[in-house]
């Protein structure tokens, strides 16, 4: 694909399968076509290393000096000289404790008791394990002897001085705060927050707290929009429910893009007569809007109003849900400054191959991402069934889930027992 300069000039490419192509638009195109606009914001700010969490680094950090800093036991033993494996015995001169080190030298046929975390005595290169050693007062007796250099740690030996720790694009996970705080550097450079506006449109919509009339469903995906825009840590900008009148609708949209980096809509980008915010962006903006050849969430529509990314989401709950974590997540976690592999944007979801323990009926020409429940079976295997009900609209599916089963166009019909691929949507860090 040649990189076009502006949505504008794609729009009219044919490749583009633009307004509703009758041949709907592959999952992994559209991803591709997204991808192309997505640059990085490029403000900054230095923020301590607790605050740093969830934040993608806009420069690299570098150890300002050796970890560990200094040689030291791995285990609580004798420390020795390894010239001194075969003497017979060693007499015990003194302690080593982690923060107190053994200020004397040691000498032939003598060891010091030390403790994990304690540095190596002078005279010293080598530790016997506590469980290895025979100890009669001041004397021990190696009962196994270790190789020589054996459960020492060196200085550098995790870290060296100068040595790139972590890269710019890295998104903050606990590990990093760590490692970042064991090299004794308390602050660190990130992008600054994603702002992310959103709004519901739909005149059926009601909020928390009204008593429902006939005809009228409640905004939750304003509640999932939230929960799954917060675990990506953006700064959240919640214009609420808004009725399929065109001049709100107008002002609304004008409003989130002058305020946010992105606008995510749900509902009204298909092609039902108070599909409004069509018409719209049509008019203001140069947005892309595609059939996607996917179950659930077909309508999808992206592109720029003003300089803010939109994205243009169905209105059925799950659908929002599904082409949420298909197309927006990644594209955010790329505007956020994440890369993968040295190359600027984020890595898509990995996929896991697992047997299915239930038929699935499937139509080929399009990716389903059905919600799976992964358990194991009673020999302790990783397996996989369907949720049940599976329409865009059964929210409750998502709940249940803690997968998606990923089936490609390629798939049809499967019996039970067959392999599948699934993305995990619980993760641990
Ligand atoms: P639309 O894409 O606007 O035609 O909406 C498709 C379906 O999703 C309709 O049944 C809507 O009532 C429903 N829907 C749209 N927006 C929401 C929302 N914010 N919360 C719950 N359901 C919605
Ligand atoms: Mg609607």
Redesign the pocket.
């Known amino acids: 694909m040649t990189k076009p300069t502006t949505i504008s000039q794609l729009i009219s490419d044919p490749s583009c399968m633009n307004d509703y192509d009758p041949n709907a638009m592959p999952v992994a195109k559209a991803r591709q076509f997204i991808k192309q606009f997505l640059s990085p914001v490029i403000e900054t700010e230095i923020l301590t290393l607790r605050e740093s969490l969830g934040r993608v680094l806009a420069a690299d950090i570098l150890s300002p000096a050796n970890v560990p800093n200094y040689d030291n036991s791995a285990m609580d033993g004798y420390a020795f000289n390894a010239l001194d494996l075969d003497t017979e015995h060693l007499k015990v001169i003194g302690t080593a404790f982690a923060g107190k080190a053994f200020s004397g030298v040691v000498a032939c046929g003598e060891c010091v008791r030390i403790m994990t975390g304690a540095a190596m005595p002078q005279g010293t290169n080598t530790v016997a394990v506590q469980e290895k050693v025979l100890r009669d007062g001041d004397v021990i007796t190696l009962t196994e002897a270790p190789k020589p250099h054996a459960n020492v740690r060196y200085a550098g030996e995790d870290l060296q001085q100068g040595q790139t720790v972590l890269t710019t694009g890295h998104l903050m996970r606990p590990a990093d705060l760590g490692l970042i705080a064991s090299l004794g550097v308390a602050e660190a450079t990130v992008c600054r927050k994603l702002k992310v506006a959103f709004f519901s449109?739909?005149?059926?919509l009601v909020g928390l707290g009204k008593p429902l009339e006939t005809g009228q469903v409640y905004d939750s995906n304003r509640y999932t929009l939230f929960g799954m825009l917060s675990r990506l840590g953006v700064e959240i900008i919640d214009l609420g429910a808004i009725a399929?009148d065109p001049a709100i609708l107008e002002k609304t949209l004008f409003d989130a893009a002058h305020q946010a980096d992105v606008v995510i809509t749900s509902?009204?980008v298909?092609v039902?007569e108070?599909?409004y915010m069509k018409l719209l962006l049509a008019k203001h903006g140069q947005v892309m809007f595609w059939k996607i050849a996917m179950k659930p969430g077909r309508p999808l529509a992206y592109g720029k109003v003003g300089n803010a990314h939109y994205f243009g989401l169905p209105?059925n709950p799950v659908a929002v849900m599904v082409t949420f974590y298909q197309f927006v997540r990644e594209a955010m976690l790329s505007l956020m400054g994440q890369a993968s592999d040295g190359q600027p944007g984020s890595a898509p979801l990995p996929l896991f191959s697992v047997e299915c323990t239930v038929p699935i009926k499937k139509l080929t020409g399009r990716t389903e991402f059905q919600r799976g429940i992964l358990f194991t079976d009673a020999s302790g295997t990783w397996k996989v069934k369907p949720t049940g009900g599976q329409g865009s609209a059964l929210l409750s599916s998502m709940s249940l889930a803690n997968c998606f089963i990923v089936l490609d166009e390629t798939i049809g019909n499967l019996d039970a027992g067959a392999m599948v691929q699934v993305q995990v949507l619980d993760g641990i860090i």
């Open positions: 449109t739909g005149d059926e399929d509902g009204g298909s039902g108070a599909d209105g």
